[in-house]
């Protein structure tokens, strides 16, 4: 893609010396004073040379024409989401940039499209992202996945007794891959919606960045003996607040959790006072970037309530994104023993529409179809959904009751249809630490 000035092009790995210069120069200037952030130079450097899961490609380049020079970038970070135990490809759109000389040429418009355009075509059906309140929505991107949202737990005396109960916590090692990447299984093959890392992507976790890097994390992990039983992930250092960030945890087994909190709890206690003590910083509190009904949060200290951010999210088709989870709308249908009674329901999203068929009342197709032109009296219609609507039921952020409640313009056509998507698309718990 390229117009007078500027040319599109995917990254390359002989790009990583002017990217770092480059994104370090424009992001979290706020923090720096106007200077480059050597985090965030770290961050691009290892993302292009030796991440297990992103490649040079994944950026893409704006590149003035006259010199050559890299002049506005992002990238894409793939990576597979398990929803219920379906695999889902996503990117996640980061470090998105632009040298203040050269802003005002939409150059973070045509960015995007060209990513869009991309992995319309390799077969990514969301990308998500946070960053700039409302900006992203302009690029088709709506909010539909909740993020963070527990309460911040203020700083308490170190505990005496980090383990009554045999359950240990220790800084996890390249060693421990196999076990942490088991227990990502586990936890995808619940009705969760979660970011499951591979042995690979945990070994470079635990050892593949360097300390400069700002997206760095420590993992440690929750042992009963050699046994690993857990884990928990958080900040390599306090933030500009004092806070101590906690970005996952898990348990192999869920009824563990009851065993596991204290512990956990008592270490990332320990380790923020090791933080202050380190870092001359006062340590504040821990800040878990987790929803509310995580365990970890439930079981936890009380806290301070906080407001819940959210990603913005975008799928560049509806009625794929419909498709790819068939098997997750079988299976709901089956649990809830529902079955269809026609051979068809046409679920219109005002513009298009998803044909799901049906043999024996069982889901068997999901196609696209032409929308009606006034799918709220259109007699083959059985429900009518907006878009934004659609991707936060699809993604479990709200269930069907809640989406009836803040659209009006979604209309089921009867209590029966009504009845089959509510089964189809109850709220999951989120459980995401994106790869990055």
């Known amino acids: 893609m390229a117009s007078a000035h500027y040319t599109i092009r995917p990254g390359r790995a002989s790009d990583a010396t002017e990217l770092a210069r480059l994104q370090a120069s424009v992001q979290l200037q706020g923090i720096?004073?106007?200077?480059?952030?050597?985090?965030?130079?770290?961050?691009?450097?290892?993302?292009?040379?030796g991440h297990p899961s992103v490649v040079p490609a994944d950026f893409l380049v704006a590149e003035e024409s006259a010199t050559g020079r890299p002049v506005a970038s992002l990238v894409g970070l793939r990576q597979s989401w398990s929803l219920a135990g379906l695999r889902l490809p996503v990117a996640q759109i980061e470090l998105v940039g632009t040298a203040p000389e050269h802003r005002g040429n939409r150059l973070t418009e045509r960015l995007f499209a060209a990513l869009h355009e991309q992995h319309a075509a390799d077969g990514v059906p969301v990308q998500i992202i946070e960053g700039i309140p409302y900006f992203y929505r302009r690029l088709g991107y709506d909010y539909a996945l909740a993020n963070d949202g527990a309460a911040v737990a203020p700083a308490a005396a170190p505990p005496a007794i980090e383990s009554p109960d045999d359950l240990t916590v220790r800084p996890a090692t390249v060693d421990d891959s196999d076990a942490l990447a088991a227990i990502d299984q586990r936890v995808a093959d619940s009705a969760a919606l979660t970011c499951p890392r591979g042995a690979p992507?945990?070994?470079?976790?635990?050892?593949?960045?360097?300390?400069?890097?700002?997206?760095?994390?420590?993992?440690?992990?929750?042992?009963?003996?050699?046994?690993?039983?857990?884990?928990?992930?958080?900040?390599?250092?306090?933030?500009?607040?004092?806070?101590?960030m906690v970005f996952a945890a898990a348990c192999s087994q869920p009824a563990d959790w009851p065993r596991a909190a204290a512990p956990v709890q008592a270490h990332l206690t320990r380790v923020g006072w090791q933080y202050q003590a380190s870092a001359e910083q006062p340590f504040t509190g821990i800040r878990p970037i987790l929803t509310p009904d995580h365990p970890l949060v439930r079981l936890g200290p009380p806290g301070v309530p906080r407001r819940a951010r959210g990603w913005y999210v975008r799928t560049g088709d509806p009625v794929d994104l419909l498709a790819r989870l068939q098997p997750v709308l079988r299976a709901r249908w089956r649990a809830a023993d529902l079955r269809w009674p026609e051979s068809t329901m046409v679920i219109d999203l005002y513009g298009r529409a998803a044909r799901l068929e049906f043999t024996n009342g069982e889901l068997t197709a999901v196609t696209a179809t032409r929308g009606a032109i006034s799918p709220a009296t259109d007699p083959d219609t059985h429900a009518a959904i907006p878009p934004s609507a659609l991707l936060q039921l699809a993604l479990g952020h709200r269930?069907?009751?809640?989406?009836?409640?803040?659209?009006?313009?979604?209309?089921?056509r009867d209590r029966l249809t009504e009845h089959f998507l509510t089964a189809a698309f109850p709220r999951v718990p989120v459980q995401i630490w994106p790869c990055n």
């Open 399 to 412: 269930a069907l009751p809640e989406v009836l409640e803040n659209w009006p313009d979604c209309l089921p």
């Open 201 to 244: 992507l945990w070994r470079h976790e635990i050892a593949g960045r360097s300390s400069a890097d700002l997206g760095r994390r420590v993992v440690a992990v929750l042992a009963h003996g050699t046994d690993v039983r857990g884990y928990v992930v958080y900040g390599a250092r306090l933030s500009g607040a004092g806070e101590l």
């Open 32 to 49: 720096t004073a106007g200077k480059p952030h050597p985090g965030i130079a770290a961050w691009v450097e290892g993302l292009l040379v």
